[in-house]
């Protein structure tokens, strides 16, 4: 399968919810892209849709090591401000990398609302 075909997938198994056949998929895409960022955002997802007792400290870590691996995409950028701000985290870091790499302020940035799965992964 192709990396599209496979992201689209993702993006369907993570709005649905399904967990088991998104970690299936997830074990297939570490097969074959080992360090891609949408493994840590899937796996942010997951944490985050599992709403467990660590699930957003979770799903914020995540989100920065999938952002370690692709830091110049904005959307995931975005959903990591929703989730600091949601957990109530320092965003002082991000601010200053919106600002370095981007001449973004962070409130430029959450003025646009959070991404969708879609956005996220490039089909929006």
């Not at 995931?76 to 302020?105: C, I, P």
């Amino acid at each position: 399968y192709s990396l599209r075909e496979v992201s689209a997938s993702v993006g369907v198994l993570i709005e649905q919810r399904n967990h088991d056949a998104l970690r299936l998929m997830l074990e297939y895409v570490a097969a074959k892209w080992p360090r891609h960022w949408m493994i840590a955002y899937a796996l942010a997802e997951i944490a985050y849709q599992d709403n467990q007792d660590d699930a957003l400290p979770r799903s914020v870590e995540l989100l920065i090591d999938a952002l370690s691996l692709r830091p110049d995409h904005l959307p995931l950028l975005r959903l990591l401000l929703a989730r600091m701000e949601e957990g109530g985290y320092d965003t002082a870091v991000l601010s200053d990398v919106l600002a370095q790499q981007f001449g973004l302020t962070i409130e430029a940035l959450a003025a646009e609302p959070p991404p969708s799965v879609a956005r996220m992964l490039g089909f929006a």
